[in-house]
């Protein structure tokens, strides 16, 4: 496949009438094509179901979203935490450093440390340690600290993991099957396509991984068919109240933003608009070896799940081979005219 890709898989919904396909190979040395009932890393796309878990607890009356940090985990961010609220970790205003940029460069380093594990409250230090990058509440800065925090946060709030929390409202609920948090777990059990990076300038096969590296931020795992359902959900109430559905939905101002596709940003949730015209709500996500998106318009009725098996240097992600992915998606997306 061109831009570097080395397969997808894309499920387009209207209503209940679905449309499949997949393109590509599923092992680099195989015949075999991607197998359109695939297991993917979703990556970015695990913080949507962190968030319903925290606006759930919110309709429960055990969380306030403009409660400060300290008032509920006082150790996580000592120099910050009473100034930075749940609601600016969840819809990325904290203003917190992403502890990412400090060691998780792809390529050699991916390759060294593959499999190490990582604990969240470790990862969380290493912003905890720098200063703010500006003043929560007063501009936007995608961070993946902002959603390892929350996992912690869930933790103390309810005395259960965020992976626990996850299973028990949500996938289990839903019947997702095919979804699971794999914690230390580097496979991923059942169909799947592999994923590669260009490392040394050769094709590295990146699909075994420890994801404790994205733990709330992104280690989840899934199918289109599930992440399908799970939107079918969101959209029709059955996950979230009004109430609950319309802070999700109350963004940052779209100038703010400036990630491909999107409108502005809400608490897990952002806007996001295609070059047809159809305003679609979801999230994308990025994780070695896959690309990923959802998104659906907000009655449910139409749907579009993707997910793209890499084979690019990390660094080259962003520009021609994204510009292709969105490309891809504003394909896809007149299907659902």
């Not at 919110?58 to 000592?78: C, F, H, N, Q, Y």
């Not at 933790?155 to 099957?177: D, F, H, M, N, Q």
Request: hydrophobic share 40%.
């Amino acid at each position: 496949m061109p831009l570097g890709a080395a397969g997808a898989q894309f499920r387009v919904s209207v209503d209940d009438g679905t449309f499949v396909t997949t393109s590509g190979l599923r092992e680099f040395g195989s015949t075999d094509p991607v197998p359109a009932d695939g297991r993917f890393r979703i990556a970015c796309i695990t913080k949507v179901f962190v968030s319903v878990v925290l606006l759930q607890l919110k309709a429960e009356g055990k969380l306030d979203l403009d409660a400060t940090v300290s008032s509920i985990l006082p150790d996580l961010l000592p120099e910050h935490g009473d100034r930075v609220t749940v609601r600016n970790l969840m819809q990325h205003t904290s203003g917190l450093f992403n502890h990412a940029d400090s060691f998780q460069r792809p390529g050699e380093r991916f390759q060294r440390d593959r499999y190490n594990h990582y604990d969240a409250a470790d990862l969380v230090a290493v912003a905890a340690a720098r200063p703010l990058n500006f003043e929560p509440g007063t501009t936007f800065e995608y961070s993946n600290t902002n959603y390892i925090a929350l996992g912690l946060l869930i933790k103390a709030i309810t005395g259960r993991s965020y992976a626990e929390e996850i299973r028990e409202r949500v996938i289990e609920p839903l019947g997702l099957t095919g979804t699971s948090l794999p914690g230390d777990d580097p496979t991923i059990q059942g169909p799947h396509a592999r994923g590669y990076m260009q490392i040394g300038g050769e094709s590295v096969d990146v699909t075994e991984m420890n994801p404790s590296e994205a733990c709330s931020a992104g280690e989840m795992l899934s199918t289109t068919a599930d992440l399908d359902a799970f939107l079918v959900a969101l959209m029709g109430g059955r996950l979230l109240g009004p109430a609950e559905f319309a802070e999700m939905k109350t963004t940052v101002p779209p100038e703010w933003v400036p990630l491909p596709m999107s409108n502005g940003y809400g608490l897990g949730f952002m806007p996001l608009e295609t070059a047809c015209g159809l305003s679609l709500w979801g999230h994308g996500g990025g994780i070695p070896g896959y690309a990923t998106f959802i998104g659906a318009t907000l009655d449910g009725r139409r749907r579009l799940i993707a997910s793209i098996t890499l084979d690019i240097d990390p660094d080259d992600f962003s520009g021609t081979f994204e510009d292709g992915v969105v490309a891809a998606l504003n394909a896809a997306a007149e299907c659902l005219l």
